[in-house]
């Protein structure tokens, strides 16, 4: 199997690549960014109202959500060669095999999910979280009345394990995802079984380890910038229009950040591994760059 070396730098091109498609297709990425950040707000009000049920709910959007994300890579692909993002451009693209492709994606990121899920259980437990949430919640409710809050009132033995659980969860999914980058692009958009996308993701990453480290170190860089940045503005929104609003707009930039995830992976795939096996085909009837929204 041929795996590409790329230099170092390669890492910071996928993220360039991927905001310049963005850019190149707002309404099409936008929208798919929408509809995730609304399905992470239905699940996040649904879980703060009903704190026993908040992990099944976490489960079930984490594979909805990897459906989106599959739905974005595929939209990567199309803009990169110069079709249309745009929802109705997109639904008669996944005609075919491409929508089978999609839906055999969906295995590996639900693996992930429901093992992230058993990790999180036997770190953190369900009765855990749901004292944390609520601990959280009161002392929120006294900070807003002007209560001053007791330091010791946060050192509980709930949110402690639910921070370390979190850390742990993190640091093995941001390692697991650092070898398998190339593994949804390669099976969505190459065809190939979960098996050899994964060993050849997995070599990928090994022989491209410094491109991988420089593209999660920036990325994680890049990301804090824009929360500081999107966390002012949520501030003074929510002074003006309340706490709702700071949620909405946390949701928003959910909905961005996996957008370009989902672009910087094909750009990784299309580097590193990458077949473009429809970058000659012409555009599909009606659409073409000049069009893609």
Known sequence: MEIRKVPATAGAEWLLEAFRLYRKSPFGFGTLGLIYAGLWLAMAVAAAAVPAIGVPLQL???IVGALLVAVMIFAAREVDVGRSASPGALV?????GNGGRMMRALVP?????????????????QDNLVEAMETMQALQAKAQAGVQIDPQAVATEAIARVIFGGLIIMTISVLVFAFTI??????????????????????????NLPAIIVYLVLGFVLL??????????????????????AIVGNAVLYGLF????????????KQ???GEPDAAAPPAAGTSAGVAM
């Open 109 to 125: 990121q639900a693996i992930l999910a429901l093992a992230m899920a058993g990790l999180g259980v036997v770190l953190i437990g």
């Open 60 to 62: 079930g959007f984490m």
């Open 182 to 207: 190339t593994l949804l692009p390669d099976m969505l958009l190459d065809g190939r079984g979960l098996g050899e996308s994964l060993k050849r993701s997995a070599a990928a990453g090994l022989r």
């Open 258 to 269: 996996v957008n370009v995830l989902a672009g910087t992976m094909y750009f990784a795939w």
């Open 272 to 274: 590193m591994l990458g």
């Open 224 to 245: 804090m910038a824009i929360s500081i940045g999107f966390g002012i503005v949520l501030g003074v929104a929510q002074l003006i229009f309340g706490q709702s609003a």
């Open 92 to 96: 008669a693209a996944m005609q075919g």
